[in-house]
């Protein structure tokens, strides 16, 4: 079954700690991205890559790093530098970065 | 960034009534797309629109792509219990471009 998988489905982390969130796709598909749902908000883009071993900083970068090793596969790192890190975090893929993107299931981040 | 304007904020309707909700931008877009999202899962691509004018159909849902291209317009007919959720109007201004996603248009049904 093709699809996009995001685990865990929920993670709880001690102020101060880095984590990494999962993100696999068996799509064959190119881009990948990972976006920040905040309640009663939109999408905020976080990182996207375009291909393997390269990605680009979207519009809250910062506090956020990211890797690209295989095609399948983008984790995200919320290191302790990010000021406010709980949220609902999403992973999507396209074909390229011109078409329709694909969501997972979403990780819900608890920092306390 | 860039925001949509999406509205409305929410609907409360109900069930069997149709169901009309929009996206304005100050730009001219080339990709709209609708997504559905349930409660604690990651959004559904409902609809893709690539063309100014074009009409495009899912079952019950209707979706279009205004002729300015500065906005689109996603339509529910008999609305059921299981539309409930928060709607997403997302637009590219290019090939290439990132997704720019609306605020979401929350919609409960009461049976």
């Known amino acids: 079954d093709g699809g996009i998988t995001q685990s865990p489905k929920y993670l709880f982390r001690k102020e101060g700690q880095n984590v990494t969130l999962s993100c696999e796709q068996n799509?064959?598909?190119?881009?990948m991205y990972w976006y920040r749902q905040d309640p009663g908000q939109g999408l905020r883009l976080i990182y996207y890559?375009?291909?393997?071993?390269?990605?680009q900083k979207g519009d809250i970068a910062e506090g956020y790093s990211v890797s690209r090793e295989k095609k399948e596969s983008f984790p995200l790192t919320v290191t302790s530098a990010q000021k406010n890190p709980t949220a609902f975090y999403l992973c999507?893929?396209?074909?390229?970065?011109?078409?329709?993107?694909?969501f997972g299931p979403g990780t819900r981040l608890t920092v306390t | 960034g860039q925001q949509l304007n999406q509205s409305p904020q929410s609907m409360f309707i109900q069930e069997g009534e149709d169901v009309s909700m929009n996206c304005t931008s100050s730009?001219?877009?080339?990709?709209w797309l609708w997504y559905k999202q349930d409660p604690g899962e990651g959004p559904v691509l409902l609809i893709a629109?690539?063309?100014?004018?074009e009409l495009t159909s899912n079952g019950r849902l209707t979706a279009q792509f205004g002729i300015t291209r500065k906005d689109s317009f996603l339509n529910i007919s008999a609305s059921i219990p299981s539309d409930v959720g928060i709607y997403f109007c997302?637009?590219?201004?290019?090939?290439?471009?990132?997704?720019?996603f609306g605020q979401g248009t929350e919609l409960s049904v009461k049976p």
């Open positions: 890559s375009q291909i393997v071993n390269d990605f």
């Open positions: 799509l064959n598909h190119d881009a």
């Open positions: 997302a637009g590219r201004r290019n090939q290439g471009g990132k997704l720019i």
């Open positions: 730009s001219i877009f080339n990709t």
């Open positions: 629109l690539y063309k100014a004018g």
């Open positions: 999507a893929s396209s074909r390229d970065t011109g078409y329709e993107q694909y």
